[in-house]
């Protein structure tokens, strides 16, 4: 199967939150208590969270003069050379050649070791359960497999978030910005940033005024962190296991029955 990517188009997007709503569905995430305003942008909830594994910012923005509405989508990128993957010391992610980042909770130590790699801050960890995961976008994996499109892409009334080939979308990209070049701000974020992902952005404004890092570097950071992991010294890596093999033991032998298959797993 061809690498398949999602493009999301802030131009179209009219911050309906169909998708945050659909992802959360999908994924069976729990409504949970949230405030406003702790992110960039005035939306509830402010951030991702464990729960939350998509999030529509909405951004004031001045735009040829006069402030407008700007509304990202905040999810993982499914970078084609994902940190997380490399930091991970027991295989738990793993980037499928159809594009998808996806994360096997049973293999998981808990060490969070992917959260602190992640150049782009997505991984979140269910630190209020008893029996605690990590949580991201999957870009939905389980629907891709049996032909489907990410729930999110489906629900949009907008076709604000497209989904198709990755070179089909960054084709896409481009020609969009060329049929209105004074509109679109010139660039496809997720082209290059952290060496090219699976999810690609275009908007009419810079990429950090919708809240997205703009610092990322432009190649892979997966051997950053390959590195950084080889610099740890063995034992320091041995304690680490073990303390998240207590940990799991402490954990998931009593919530054992809690383990039936969802989304993320
Ligand atoms: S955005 Fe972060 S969590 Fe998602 S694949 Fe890239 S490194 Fe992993
Ligand atoms: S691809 Fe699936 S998991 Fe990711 S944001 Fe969309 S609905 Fe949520
Ligand atoms: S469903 Fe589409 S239009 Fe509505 S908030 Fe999500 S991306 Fe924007």
Not at 56 to 79: A, L
Not at 221 to 245: C, F, H, R, S, Y
Request: glycine content about 10%; aromatic content about 8%; hydrophobic content about 35%.
């Amino acid at each position: 199967m061809a690498m398949k990517a999602m493009l999301i188009d802030a131009m179209r997007c009219i911050g309906c939150r169909g998708c945050q709503v659909a992802c959360k569905t999908w994924n069976g995430r729990k409504a949970e208590k949230t405030e406003f305003f702790s992110g960039p942008g005035y939306q509830n909830p402010g951030d991702l969270s464990a729960e939350t594994l998509t999030l529509i910012t909405y951004n004031e923005v001045q735009v040829n003069g006069r402030f407008d509405w700007v509304f990202g989508k905040k999810q993982c990128m499914h970078c084609n050379t994902p940190a997380c993957a490399a930091a991970c010391p027991v295989g738990a992610l793993k980037k499928l050649e159809s594009g998808p980042v996806i994360y096997q909770k049973h293999r998981c130590i808990g060490c969070r070791y992917c959260m602190l790699a992640c150049p782009f801050e997505i991984p979140r960890f269910e630190y209020d359960s008893a029996n605690p995961y990590i949580t991201k976008c999957t870009m939905c994996a389980d629907r891709l497999e049996t032909g489907g499109v990410p729930a999110c892409s489906k629900v949009c009334p907008t076709g604000a978030i497209a989904f198709g080939d990755r070179d089909e979308m960054i084709r896409e990209a481009q020609h969009r910005i060329n049929q209105n070049p004074s509109g679109y701000y010139h660039e496809i974020y997720g082209l290059e940033e952290a060496g090219g992902t699976c999810v690609l952005h275009i908007s009419n404004v810079p990429f950090d005024k919708l809240g997205h890092r703009t610092d990322v570097p432009k190649h892979a950071v997966n051997k950053d962190t390959e590195q950084a992991m080889e610099a740890i010294p063995i034992v320091m890596l041995g304690l680490a296991a073990l303390l998240g093999g207590i940990y799991m033991l402490r954990t998931r032998t009593v919530h054992h029955e809690s383990d039936a298959p969802r989304a993320d797993g």
